[in-house]
């Protein structure tokens, strides 16, 4: 049966109508104003200390910078993700600059606010790493208090640390707590939580407000969002929020499918998901957004540009109907396998480490000898991991000032790693 959905969505590709509820007025679809959205027409969810946000939000990582925070702020955007990890794309102190000068912090307003969301790398997981790294976000943000803080990653792997964390999740969990009995933190959570984690999850004095974890529509995390929803359920039923988990997706739009040997990403080149934003004459972000956000699901979508920012806000502009919907779920865990690619030759895992005396920017130069920025590295010691390519060329520049401090050339003849 949802084969056969899909292959309806084909057909309707071809231009076929099904019914009224698949048209969209041509007035609709022109009248896309770059104006700032009303907060009333987006999707909400009311978190556990009784604080409502919108269920679209915008993701802070990938280069998102100050301007493009800015840009987001001016058009509606009530929602920010961040992080503390510069070498993972997030720059939380300019997310910290634009939101003090749009006066929308919820310690400024809290009736027309920006929620801000920050998280604390896995390398600072332990109870007076954790309030170290609370204080650090205040700092950065600008702020006497928090709206979010997560843990990012429960644990360290790989070379994703640059040293031993000095303790565990638990540890960091029980500083959260403290932290919102004193009214520094007012939400907490974790990602990339399983069935086992939030078992344990759940046996704590204060109980996860937020669970963010891989969703797309190949990759729908069924099982922990059904106990999820039926949380959150119990609690609608007593008429209460106290216990209820907002679920956010990071990647939602297919990102973490090139860390998964994917050469193309098999959201965006779906040709089930084209079908349906070509129905509607959207893009296949906006029928995704809507598709998550009605299945309860919070996205976080980043994005430099002004016009896809306002897009993915206007994601409720037209409607899904159930047939879409249903055919959308049913691609869960059936992204094409012949995307799949062999790992290219020239390809090189590089890692680089700060040897300088304070914080260091770096830039991938690339043919036109723009500096093109892809992390930083803020302490003396930390890390900065990449994927590159044979021939391609770094530099390292001071934060302040943005002196040259050194050049890399990658040359694969020295190992891919």
């Known amino acids: 049966y949802s084969y056969a959905l899909l292959l309806l969505l084909l ?22 104003k770059d104006e700032k959205l009303s907060p009333t027409s987006m999707p909400k969810f009311t978190l556990a200390n009784n604080i409502t946000v919108p269920m679209i939000g915008l993701g802070g990582c990938s280069g998102v910078r100050y301007k493009d925070f800015k840009s987001a702020i001016d058009i509606g955007y009530q929602f920010i993700d961040t992080a503390q990890s510069h070498s993972w794309g997030y720059h939380e102190e300019e997310v910290g600059q634009a939101m003090q000068e749009a006066k929308r912090r919820y310690q400024d307003n809290k009736n027309d606010f920006v929620f801000v969301q920050t998280k604390i790398h896995p390398q600072d997981l332990g109870y007076r790493s954790t309030k170290k790294a609370i204080q650090l976000s205040l700092e950065r943000l600008q702020v006497t208090s928090l709206d979010s803080v997560l843990i990012h990653k429960p644990r360290c792997w790989g070379d994703i640390c640059s040293h031993e964390p000095e303790g565990t999740w638990e540890d960091s969990w029980k500083a959260l707590e403290e932290a919102v009995d004193l009214g520094v933190v ?23 407000m937020v669970i963010q974890n891989w969703f797309d529509p190949f990759h729908q995390d069924y099982a922990l969002r059904r106990r999820i929803e039926s949380i959150n359920a119990a609690q609608d039923k007593l008429g209460s929020v106290e216990k209820k988990i907002l679920y956010q997706g990071y990647s939602t739009l297919g990102n973490q499918w090139k860390y998964q040997g994917y050469q193309d990403n098999p959201v965006m080149t779906s040709p089930w998901l084209q079908a349906i934003a070509k ?17 309860g699901v919070m996205v976080l979508p980043a994005s430099r540009n002004p016009t896809h920012q306002l897009s993915n806000l206007r994601s409720y502009d037209f409607t899904l109907d159930e047939e879409e919907m249903m055919a959308i779920d049913a691609l869960d865990g059936k992204p094409p396998q012949q995307l799949r690619k062999e790992r290219d030759t020239n390809e090189v895992d590089i890692q680089f480490t700060n040897h300088a005396d304070g914080p260091v920017d770096v ?8 500096h093109i920025h892809v992390g930083s590295m803020q302490k003396p ?22 002196s040259l401090l050194n050049r890399h050339l990658v040359d694969k003849s020295l190992g891919s790693k």
């Open 186 to 208: 007012r939400t907490i959570g974790i990602c990339d939580v399983d069935d086992q984690l939030l078992d344990k999850l759940l046996s704590k004095r204060i109980k996860p």
């Open 11 to 32: 057909v309707m590709s071809c231009g076929i109508s099904l019914g009224s509820s698949q048209l969209r007025a041509a007035d609709a679809n022109d009248d896309k």
């Open 363 to 370: 830039f991938w130069v690339d043919r036109n000898e723009d």
């Open 381 to 402: 010691g930390e890390t900065l991991s990449l994927t590159s390519y044979h021939g391609h060329s770094f530099v390292f520049k001071k934060i302040d000032g943005g």
């Open 279 to 295: 129905t509607y004459d959207v893009s296949v972000p906006e029928v995704i957004i809507q598709w998550a956000t009605r299945r």
